[in-house]
RNA sequence: GGGCGCGUAGCUCAGGGGGAGAGCGCUACAUUGACACUGUAGAGGUCAUAGGUUCGAAACCUAUCGUGCCCACCA
């Protein structure tokens, strides 16, 4: 092998051993790091901050993947790109870790106390709160490290109280009564967002109410007869004929004996069940709305640790699962139970702990939604987000509606406790610091004696202000004025309402504008039969599993293809990364070809010029042009499965298996080192963004500009490809001539085939005369048959009629089995196309150049057909 | 109850008003100027079902079935 002074190249692509060397050399670089440049134009994506209890996924694979593609793309485009990452201290997610750490010592968090607790937990976060990091760089991610934000850092928890304050000042932070959705396990409340719905099998069971006046009786629905301890009412429709005499009366509560009214709301469905409910205000939340409605009393009867309290006599202190059985054979015995059915009930569960909720009444503090979300559904409705899908514009604007007020206050510790302090008069002062809110104290309440709000924020309350508050707000930073708002965000659809719309809402009330342009929805992945993917099904892939298995360029590669932008899940097929990893190995054994060839490789990658390019080159040079735009193209419309599909298309079918073999020709071949190194080299620069190591291993071998890829710029079709245009029209015959060529040999090599021949077989035959002399080179190297006798089925004309002017020395028996089959193949095309034109309607009606093609079509097929039968006659 | 996605080759999926496509798998053959394999070819499909629009539908419309998801206060 020819190495022309450089060290031979290994065999086999190594990812372990590149991939780590190639990482630390672009940290080393600098490369990631941009500092706010206003001459150029910005493109800035805010990671969506990971939990410091996080490990990589393969969901990461598909949302965060394309925040590094397009991060990568913009750089060599010459952007002022910067991808912006960051941790999220997700309150509920990280205590409930730290709180079963502290259970395996015999420790919670009470016994310990809130300041060794937050530093318990401070250790932990500094202990295990970079995994995730460290995985990213495995993958490949190159964020802009040296601006990692955390949501609690010292700035940004600055920014959230500054957020609190103003908003209590303008009145849309209030503490109130609710009902809240508790988790009792998390010991928490959750905002409605943080509640899922779960179908599971439960009973129901209908209870008799007994009227006061012992005129009659009334029957309600229940899948939680707990609850009727707090029953203030029973409801019925006010046009329910039924119930109309009832309404007004009161009747009997069993079991306790207290006096409830019935009374109409037409909130209560005529049709359902027996068309009356039971309310219970304190429990339920449309009975709490009911409740409201009619100044009912709103007694609780559950208390925070799950177990009955209050006004419930016997059942006090029992487990509100064991007070409901209780309750039932209590309601049996009674004779109030009319019946007891199986029944799919939707239970709301605590996506947080998968605990069931129970909504009870707590003293908590909210956020006002209605004024925050009018100039969010606005942006939206003027165009100044987009989504991508456009489809989940709806989602979001849909998420606005019927939105109650956000419960903010989170009764645990680890988070950004609330700027909140109370006088020994329960006086509310609300304050940035303990400083002023002692000032203020003293000024409207005349004490200096405060305690603090104990309880933190909800989690989302500071990640809605992440794309500004890493940018420094609410100081007025350079970053702060290029860099927001940002070009785009890229999540998955479960948090559009969760997250983005608080973003976008908490970002034009504060940062005086949306917080970026574009959402760009990636898919949720799935196991390849659509599955989700959990521990308990054992599906689920750990994608440091894959970069072991096939590196991660190859990982990155395979998520990528397989991302769709119509479709909302990923069926994750593992057979695309091992795809890749081929694929890889193919790019660099062509490498290897490359920097073998005896000539040596160029010392810069320049093009020859025009009249020196041979026919292949013009192909290969249009095939290359027209791959650099359908890519840029992709990345610019998130088509990031498109653009995985063009690059294998383009690097391995036309590159490797044509023009590599066809550079294999023999003759003058000055320049073939040339164009074989250009071409490679701005195909890897397109494949960088997606494939970052291998492509700088490649491009570090060819004669490149610059210090590394990831620095070096886009091709660009009009300027680094212009000969394209000023090639005076021969670039498209040669495009022509070449792919029916490359239609032909394939032929060739199957012929030979069929006909038998051994690879010892050497049919010399001569090379037909009136071949251009690249065909000729090309039969020598391809066919070493030499035999060229099947170009019926190329459509062609100028090639193809050359081509079946070359008689063949084979079997006549499997020529003519051959050329019958293709007369078949042939005749039944002519009869579709006679057809189709004898059709007068079609004639009159398709669109012209349809119909010239069509008569195109025909005659092509009938042109060939004659020369196969030809051909066949010549057989004898 | 509303809304959305998806049903195309054995598998995973592209495509998209005018000749059914890719990769994997399978079969045949070839294979020392790169390729722990690669190449060329072949077999394999009533494009879920039923209607409709159209000269023409796998594609557009409607309905149905299957499947997955999101939202909603049906106790």
Redesign the pocket.
């Known amino acids: 092998?020819?190495t022309d002074g450089r060290p031979e190249?290994?065999?086999?692509y190594e990812p372990s051993e590149v991939e780590p060397r190639r990482y630390a050399e672009s940290l080393a670089r600098g490369v990631f790091h941009e500092d706010p440049d206003p001459a150029r134009p910005a493109f800035i994506i805010s990671m969506p901050p990971p939990n410091i209890t996080g490990r990589a996924h393969l969901g990461h694979g598909s949302t965060y993947t394309p925040m590094d593609i397009l991060t990568r793309y913009h750089r060599m485009l010459g952007e002022n790109a910067d991808w912006l990452p960051g941790q999220d201290h997700a309150a509920i997610a990280t205590e409930t870790v730290l709180v079963r750490e502290l259970a395996k010592e015999g420790l919670t968090r009470n016994s310990l106390g809130r300041e060794a607790y937050l530093e318990r937990a401070w250790q932990w976060r500094d202990q295990y709160g970079d995994t995730i990091d460290s995985q990213f760089q495995m993958l490949g991610f190159g964020p802009d490290w040296d601006r990692k934000r955390f949501t609690m850092d010292p700035p940004l928890s600055a920014a959230v109280i500054r957020v609190f304050v103003r908003l209590y000042r303008e009145g849309l932070i209030y503490r109130g009564t609710r009902l809240v959705n508790w988790d009792i396990k998390a010991q928490s409340t959750l905002s409605?967002?943080e509640?899922?719905?779960e179908e599971r099998n439960a009973k129901?069971w209908e209870i008799r109410y007994e009227t006061e006046d012992a005129s009659g009786s009334i029957v309600?629905?229940?899948?939680?007869p707990e609850?009727m301890l707090g029953d203030t009412a029973i409801?019925v429709?006010p046009s329910d004929a039924r119930y109309s005499s009832l309404i007004g009366k009161n009747v009997i509560l069993p079991l306790v004996n207290r006096s409830i009214p019935v009374i109409a709301d037409a909130?209560?469905?005529?049709?359902?069940?027996?068309?009356?409910?039971?309310v219970t205000p304190g429990h339920?939340?449309?009975d709490y709305?009911i409740g409201q409605r009619h100044n009912l009393p709103m007694p609780s009867v559950i208390a925070l640790d799950g177990t009955m309290s209050g006004d419930v006599g016997r059942y006090e202190g029992m487990d509100r699962l064991d007070a409901r059985k209780a309750i039932v054979e209590d309601l049996r015995s009674s004779g109030a139970l009319v019946s007891e059915k199986d029944?799919l009930?939707?239970?709301s569960i605590s996506s947080r702990s998968g605990e069931v909720i129970e909504p009870l009444l707590s003293l908590q503090w909210f956020c006002k939604m209605e004024s925050l979300a009018k100039p969010a559904v606005e942006a939206y409705r003027k165009g100044k987000i987009r989504f991508v899908?456009e489809?989940?514009g709806?989602?979001y604007e849909?998420?606005f509606?019927?939105?109650?007020d956000w419960n903010i206050s989170r009764q645990i510790w680890w988070g950004h406790q609330l700027p909140v302090w109370y006088t020994p008069n329960d006086e509310v002062v609300v304050a940035e610091s303990e400083d002023e809110a002692l000032a203020i104290a003293e000024r409207d309440f005349k004490t200096r004696e405060l305690r603090r709000d104990p309880d933190t924020l909800d989690t989302w309350f500071s990640s809605g202000l992440w794309p500004f508050s890493i940018l420094g707000w609410p100081d007025e930073t350079a970053e702060m004025a290029h860099w927001y708002p940002n070009q785009v965000m890229i999540t998955g659809?479960?948090i559009?309402?969760?997250w983005i719309a608080r973003m976008v809402m908490l970002g034009l009330h504060f940062a005086d504008d949306i917080p970026f342009r574009t959402v760009f929805v990636a898919p949720?992945v799935?196991d390849?039969?659509?599955?989700?993917m959990s521990k308990s099904l054992g599906n689920s892939i750990d994608p440091l599993d894959l970069i072991k298995e096939y590196g991660a360029d190859a990982t990155r590669f395979g998520i990528i293809?397989?991302?769709?932008?119509?479709?909302?899940?990923?069926?994750?097929?593992e057979?695309?990364c091992?795809?890749a990893?081929?694929f890889n190995?193919?790019?660099?054994?062509?490498?290897?070809?490359i920097c073998?060839?005896?000539?040596g490789l160029p010392t810069a990658s320049r093009l020859p010029k025009n009249d020196e390019l041979t026919v292949a080159d013009k192909w290969i040079l249009t095939r290359l042009r027209e791959t650099v735009i359908k890519i840029t193209e992709a990345f610019d419309r998130f088509?990031f499965?498109?653009a995985a599909?063009e690059l294998?298309?383009f690097g391995?079918?036309t590159f490797?298996?044509?023009y590599?073999?066809a550079?294999?020709?023999?003759g003058e071949?000055a320049t073939?080192a040339s164009v074989l190194s250009y071409v490679f080299n701005a195909f890897v620069r397109l494949m960088h963004p997606i494939a970052p190591f291998i492509t700088e291993e490649i491009w570090q071998q060819l004669p490149h500009d610059g210090a590394t890829i990831v620095t070096a710029s886009w091709p660009d079709p009009l300027q680094d490809l212009a000969y394209y245009d000023g090639a005076g029209g021969s670039f498209e015959a040669a495009r022509t001539d070449f792919e029916a060529f490359?239609?032909s040999?394939?032929?060739?090599?199957?012929v030979?085939?069929?006909m038998?021949?051994?690879?010892?077989?050497r049919l010399t035959l001569d090379v037909p005369p009136g071949l251009p002399d690249w065909v000729a080179e090309q039969f020598a190297?391809h066919a070493?048959a030499e035999l060229v006798v099947d170009a019926a089925?190329v459509?062609g004309p100028t090639l193809a009629e050359k081509l079946a002017t070359i008689t063949a020395q084979a079997p006549t028996g499997l020529l003519r089995e051959r050329y019958t089959r293709e007369i078949a193949k042939l005749q039944s095309?002519v009869e579709?196309?006679e057809k189709?034109l004898a059709?007068e309607?079609?004639?009159?009606?398709?669109?012209l150049d349809?119909?010239e093609?069509?008569r195109e079509?025909?005659a092509?097929?009938g042109r060939d057909l004659a020369r196969v039968r030809d051909e066949l006659a010549k057989l004898g």
């Open positions: 092998m020819h190249l290994p065999k086999t409605d967002a509640v899922e719905y129901i309600v629905a229940t899948t939680r609850t409801a429709h909130s209560v469905l005529s049709d359902f069940g027996t068309g009356a409910v039971k339920d939340p449309s709305e029944y009930q939707k239970v899908p489809r989940f709806r989602t849909n998420g509606e019927n939105l109650r659809r479960d559009i309402f969760l949720l799935f390849k039969h659509g599955r989700k293809k397989q991302m769709r932008l119509e479709s909302q899940e990923l069926r994750f097929d057979r695309a091992d795809d990893r081929r190995t193919k790019l660099w054994n062509a490498l290897r070809f073998s060839l005896e000539e088509e499965g498109t599909d294998l298309d391995w079918f490797c298996d044509w590599l073999e550079s294999k020709a023999p071949r073939r490359i239609v040999a394939g032929t060739i090599r199957n030979k085939a069929e038998g021949m051994g690879p010892k077989d190297v070493k089925r459509a095309e579709r196309g189709k059709n309607s079609f004639i009159a009606k398709a669109a349809v119909v093609k069509e079509k025909l092509g097929y």
